[in-house]
């Protein structure tokens, strides 16, 4: 619940929201954003791949899927053309289906943008121990403190400095933090500069060298 979905959901622009908000254990599968001039959506359990149009889904119940694949027609994904961008549930939640729904990316070669809700105000342990274990390579994490609405100006920046200071001394290294919410005017170009600091064939080539 800390404005991953909703996030991305704004940098869809659809007239409806594409991605569930706020998801039960029920309703927990990672959804992969693609860009295609055609659009539509495929349900994928194991190696098939079942493709629906997008008003089709709620027929088919998600536990019988690994997860989706909505192949759209939107200017944002066009411009990543390496990237395939992922909507997964909250890593601390305590339920299964969100872990089972993380696990099939933790091995890849990939990037995080970690979502902080403003309101906790500080990068916690639970996080940090999770990054930790996930993390593979120096430059594939940055951060998005987000629901900044909720607080002045002045209070989200103090948040901001203090998540970068423990992100700095936790991973050793420079991690990109901004502050944003899905009522930001700026939020297009704030979530483009966190991509821009990830070389996607930096981190393939980790990945896949010996």
């Given at each position: 619940?800390?404005g991953?979905?909703?996030?991305l959901?704004?940098?869809?622009?659809r007239?409806?929201?594409?991605?569930?908000?706020?998801?039960?254990p029920?309703?927990a599968?990672?959804?992969?954003?693609v860009?295609?001039e055609?659009?539509?959506?495929?349900?994928?359990?194991?190696?098939?791949?079942?493709?629906?149009?997008?008003?089709?889904?709620e027929?088919?119940?998600?536990?019988?899927?690994?997860?989706?694949r909505?192949?759209?027609?939107?200017?944002?994904l066009?411009?990543?053309?390496?990237f395939?961008?992922?909507?997964?549930?909250g890593?601390?939640?305590?339920?299964?289906?969100?872990?089972?729904?993380?696990?099939?990316?933790?091995?890849?070669?990939?990037?995080?943008?970690?979502?902080?809700?403003?309101?906790?105000?500080?990068?916690?342990?639970?996080?940090?121990?999770?990054?930790?274990?996930?993390?593979?390579?120096?430059n594939n994490?940055?951060?998005?403190?987000s629901?900044?609405?909720?607080?002045?100006?002045s209070d989200?920046?103090k948040?901001?400095?203090?998540?970068?200071?423990?992100?700095?001394?936790?991973?050793?290294?420079?991690?990109?933090?901004?502050?944003?919410?899905?009522?930001?005017d700026?939020?297009y170009?704030?979530?483009?500069?966190?991509i821009?600091?990830?070389?996607?064939?930096?981190?393939?080539e980790?990945?896949?060298?010996?």
């Amino acid at each position: 619940s800390a404005g991953k979905s909703a996030l991305l959901n704004v940098l869809l622009d659809r007239k409806t929201d594409l991605l569930e908000e706020d998801q039960t254990p029920e309703t927990a599968i990672a959804s992969e954003l693609v860009y295609d001039e055609k659009e539509f959506v495929e349900l994928i359990k194991g190696k098939n791949s079942t493709v629906f149009m997008f008003d089709e889904i709620e027929q088919h119940k998600s536990e019988k899927f690994d997860f989706y694949r909505y192949h759209l027609n939107n200017l944002f994904l066009k411009k990543y053309p390496n990237f395939v961008f992922v909507d997964i549930p909250g890593f601390n939640s305590g339920v299964e289906e969100h872990d089972k729904a993380i696990s099939r990316y933790v091995a890849q070669g990939n990037a995080y943008i970690l979502v902080i809700d403003c309101e906790d105000g500080e990068l916690k342990s639970t996080s940090i121990d999770f990054i930790r274990e996930i993390r593979q390579y120096e430059n594939n994490l940055a951060i998005a403190v987000s629901k900044a609405d909720k607080k002045i100006e002045s209070d989200v920046e103090k948040i901001r400095a203090k998540i970068e200071i423990t992100a700095s001394k936790t991973f050793r290294s420079d991690v990109k933090i901004i502050a944003t919410s899905k009522f930001d005017d700026d939020v297009y170009s704030k979530i483009d500069s966190l991509i821009n600091t990830f070389d996607s064939q930096d981190i393939f080539e980790q990945r896949f060298s010996p």
